[in-house]
Every structure is written in structure tokens, then in C-alpha cells.
């Protein structure tokens, strides 16, 4: 819900829309009855019938019932849910830091700032709490040499290793719990004497983006629209042309993991398109959403490879932005006279 300097509500924000003006606030209010029916079932199923996160998603789907993307539900996508305090009305941030030209940061749990009572709750306080000790119990009781014991077990059943499999597999921790454990996915994998496989990775990030780029594209047409800007879309080139007055392409990078532990990303730009900006999206380490954006400029970037590492030379960060405000600035439609 978008609200203005007042607190007083503008409306409710579709998919993909953001505030544009600064002194507005975004505030989380309660969706469809049926999908708040749904998670109320899920903590129900959860705490008082002792289900798994997989069983509860076998259930939900054995009934046909979809997440709000029309998705199928997994042990992660239930998972999320049981833990995510937005359910509960409260609200904590400042779980990761990016500084500009500074690497992320993700911030011990004494950072994160917590404000509770911030939503309307759909979930009752003392079920969540209750679903969070559950949880915390349930990881507590996993030593180093238990972790490792079970990605090792998890590799001989599988024959490899994956955060997916790892996050899809009950009765092990997730892949997030075995980075922080042990830094990173990759040393975890080193300690029981697994080195990933490249390919297997390769097709399951694919797999991922193929899924996530139509939704971005989705959502940065509909903003533009909303803006009163119009689009046209060449299907077979995927450029879209902004107001009849210029073109733009958008490109996934993908975050890769060098042997030494540092991440990098390669853009590839197609020149026999030729479109006046590209947006490239950088992925974060996970491959899991957007970290940042470039907006590169067909008449300054001249390569058709562009290779970034987490801290880059002024020339390319120069067209680094957090957002893409500044792009959907870009194809906004203002009348004369406010312009004036």
C-alpha cells in the first residue's frame, strides 16, 4: 500500500510498482482472503499437525493449490513462509549493507533493526513464535561434523551436490545454513570431497533464469506503462522501443565463483542489435535476484564482453545504479506545462 507524507493510503501498488515520490512510504497490507487462508494453513500444518515443510508443499499441491506466481510450492517456498516475521506484522531490515564501491555485506543478526507491529498480522503472534522455536530447535541440535555428515549422505544419494538439492532435501539444514557455517558453499563441498561439477550448476542457474526473465521484463514494461509510457516489443529480438524514441535491450548476469572465492560476472553485448542502452542485471552470489543494475550506453561501451568483478574501475561503475529509477526516469511522460 503506498502511502502518502500524511500516512494517508494512494493505493495499492501492482506487481513490479514502486513509490515515485520520495516523501511517500510502502507499507504491507493484507492480500486475497484465500491466499491468507492458505498460509494460516501452512503454520497450522506446521505446528499443530508436525508436518515437514516437503509434506505441507505435497499437500498444497496434491490439492491444486498454487502459490500467487501460479507456481507449484517446494520445501523452500514453505520454508520462507514460516519464517518470514511480515506474517506476523513485524518488519526487520538492514540485513545486508551495500556501500557504493564497497563489497555486500551481510550484517550479524545484532544489526538487523526490528520493528515490530509495522503490518497488519495474518498470523497469530503466539503460532509464529511457537513455528520459530520449532525451527530454531530443529537447527540448534546440528553440530559441524552432523552438517557435514548429512551433505555427505546427500552426495552419495544424489551423486552431487547443489544448493537446491540441499534446500529440497528434508532432514538436513538449508544451503543458507551451511554458508554461514562454514563461509561458503564451495568449502562445505571441499570438506566432504565433493568439487562441484560445473555443467550440473550451469543448467540449474539456466534453469532459473529462463524462469526469472520474463518476469523481469514483465515487470520494467508495466512500469514504464504505468509512467504513461508506451512499449513495443520485438519478440524475436526481445529489444523494446521506449516512446518511439529509443530502444533497449535487457541482459541477466550471472554471479560466478572463482576457485579463490571471488565472484564475477560476464556481460555479453550483442552488437549486430544495436540497441541504444543495454540494462545489465547483475544477479547476486546466490543467483537468486537482482543485485544491482548498469545502464550502459551503446554510444560509451564499445566491447561486446564486459567483465565485472565486486569492485570495478570508475569508467564502468559510472553507469551502476541500485535501481532503475533512473531508466524508468527515463521513459517517463511529463506534460508541458509541469515540465515548464
Request: glycine share 6%; hydrophobic share 40%.
Amino acid at each position: 500500500m503506498l502511502l502518502d507524507q500524511t500516512g494517508a493510503p494512494k493505493g495499492v501498488l501492482a506487481r513490479g510498482e514502486q513509490k515515485s515520490l520520495q516523501t511517500d512510504r510502502v507499507i504491507l497490507v493484507p492480500g486475497p482472503q484465500e491466499e491468507i487462508a492458505v498460509v494460516g494453513r501452512i503454520y497450522r500444518m506446521f505446528v499443530e499437525e508436525a508436518k515437514l515443510e516437503s509434506e505441507i508443499a505435497q499437500r498444497l499441491n496434491t490439492e491444486g493449490i498454487c502459490t500467487d506466481l501460479g507456481r507449484e510450492w517446494t520445501r523452500t517456498m514453505i520454508h520462507q513462509v514460516l519464517t518470514n516475521p511480515k506474517y506476523v506484522g513485524n518488519n526487520v531490515y538492514n540485513r545486508v549493507s551495500f556501500k557504493l564501491k564497497k563489497k555486500r555485506v551481510v550484517n550479524p543478526q545484532d544489526m538487523w533493526i526490528h520493528r515490530d507491529g509495522a503490518f497488519e498480522a495474518i498470523i497469530d503472534p503466539s503460532l509464529y513464535f511457537m513455528t520459530q522455536g520449532i525451527i530454531r530447535e530443529r537447527n540448534r541440535r546440528y553440530s559441524d561434523a552432523e552438517m557435514l555428515d548429512s551433505l555427505k549422505r546427500l552426495l552419495q544419494k544424489e551423486g552431487r551436490l547443489s544448493g537446491i538439492l540441499i534446500d529440497e532435501s528434508e532432514g538436513m539444514p538449508t544451503s543458507s545454513a551451511y554458508r554461514s557455517r562454514f563461509k561458503s558453499l564451495v568449502r562445505a563441498y571441499q570438506l566432504v570431497g565433493y568439487t562441484p561439477e560445473r555443467d550440473f550448476e550451469f543448467i540449474e542457474t539456466n534453469r532459473r533464469l529462463r524462469a526469472m526473465y520474463p518476469q523481469i521484463v514483465s515487470d520494467v514494461t508495466s512500469r514504464i506503462e504505468a509512467l504513461g509510457g508506451t512499449i513495443e516489443r520485438d519478440r524475436a529480438t526481445e529489444i523494446i522501443t521506449i516512446n518511439q524514441e529509443f530502444t533497449a535491450s535487457l541482459v541477466i548476469a550471472r554471479c560466478r565463483h572463482t576457485a579463490a572465492g571471488a565472484l564475477r560476472w560476464l556481460i555479453r553485448l550483442d552488437a549486430g542489435l544495436q540497441p541504444d542502452i543495454t540494462v545489465a542485471i547483475r544477479l547476486n552470489a546466490a543467483n537468486s535476484e537482482p543485485m544491482d543494475y548498469y545502464l550502459l550506453p551503446a554510444i560509451d561501451i564499445h566491447s561486446g564482453r564486459l567483465r565485472f568483478a565486486e569492485e570495478n574501475r570508475l569508467a564502468i561503475d559510472t553507469y551502476r545504479f541500485l535501481t532503475l529509477d533512473y531508466f524508468f526516469g527515463m521513459a517517463e511522460r511529463i506534460r508541458i506545462q509541469e515540465a515548464a
